[in-house]
């Protein structure tokens, strides 16, 4: 049998702050069905996002160590929009918790000088329609893509992203943060397949799980695991321990194991009224241009994600 060829991807990421975006990375580089055409990161301090990034990217030490990784956007649309006037309340501006895991810049491959995005569209221009750009931060640089350049919407097969909530009322992280460039992109007519937060919530790693992690003695593994103890540390409260969830993971393997999910075709919007504003709806649809991962069919997909991280 001949050999598949790796799907190409481009990730779009908010790294820094939980573990699931570093994981997500993490995942790419241990899958072999993928291949990492790039990496732009988004919101906030986007060139310290990048260096995290290249930092894993390093340690991998095999072919993704000098991969291109930019710095996007910090700001979401339509610029600098002071989230305390949104009606829903004020979005708290994450922290780089995971930073002080980032090597120097002096001790990483020369960053780009372009914006994250102006690489990506360079990229779509000279291999048309087929690399996925999966998203798992806010939607600001993908949606700042397609206002640049609508034209290259042709060149996208379609979008995965790491976006929304279809089944419990709340307005999900990534798109609260930039509610605008969601819509955007949920109105462009390229295909999207959405990773929603109850599924990723789902998909949460065990303390024995963890403690597998934390005995690597990989580059990778120590890497990761002083990620994930910086997160603990932050956001585990007295009596309560927090574990990795696997949103962003989870995203990726929409696109390398679709075959994990129940989907759902139709449409889905963003709401902009006061009461229910960044909440995501979804109208059922056969001809419709989205996908909802709806549920994972079975957890054992979450072993064979962390497998594959451990691998590294």
Not at 25 to 31: D, F, K, N, T, W
Not at 42 to 50: D, I, Q, S, W
Not at 109 to 117: A, E, I, T
Not at 152 to 180: S, Y
Request: aromatic share 6%; hydrophobic share 40%.
């Amino acid at each position: 049998m001949p050999k598949e060829i790796p799907q190409s991807v481009w990730l779009d990421t908010d790294i820094g702050d939980d573990t699931d975006d570093i994981l997500a990375l993490s995942l790419i580089c241990a899958s072999p069905e993928l291949k990492l055409a790039g990496v732009s990161t988004v919101l906030g301090e986007t060139e310290n996002r990048a260096r995290l990034a290249r930092t894993l990217l390093a340690s991998t030490a095999g072919p993704y160590a000098r991969l291109r990784v930019a710095a996007g956007g910090g700001h979401p649309l339509p610029g600098r929009v002071t989230p305390d006037i949104w009606p829903n309340g004020p979005v708290a501006r994450p922290w780089l918790v995971q930073l002080p895991c980032a090597r120097p810049a002096s001790a990483l491959p020369r960053k780009p000088s372009q914006h994250g995005m102006d690489l990506l569209a360079a990229h779509l221009r000279r291999h048309p329609r087929k690399t996925i750009p999966i998203g798992t931060g806010p939607m600001t640089n993908l949606a700042t893509l397609l206002l640049r350049e609508p034209d290259l919407k042709r060149a996208i097969p379609r979008f995965a992203l790491m976006a929304g909530e279809f089944q419990l009322p709340r307005a999900e992280w990534n798109v609260r943060c930039d509610p605008l460039a969601l819509a955007c992109l949920a109105e462009s007519g390229v295909p999207i397949d959405f990773l929603p937060w109850s599924v990723g919530m789902a998909c949460t790693i065990t303390p024995g799980q963890l403690q597998r992690l934390f005995a690597s003695r990989t580059p990778t593994g120590r890497l990761l695991s002083r990620a994930i103890r910086l997160w603990q540390k932050a956001k585990s409260k007295p009596g309560r321990i927090e574990y990795p969830h696997l949103y962003d993971p989870m995203a990726v393997a929409m696109v390398s194991h679709p075959e994990w999910f129940e989907w759902r075709r139709g449409r889905v919007a963003v709401s902009f009224a006061p009461r229910t504003f960044a909440r995501t709806t979804f109208t059922p649809d056969t001809r419709g241009p989205h996908r909802v991962a709806w549920k994972i069919k079975s957890l054992r997909s979450v072993e064979a994600v962390w497998a594959r991280i451990l691998s590294l």
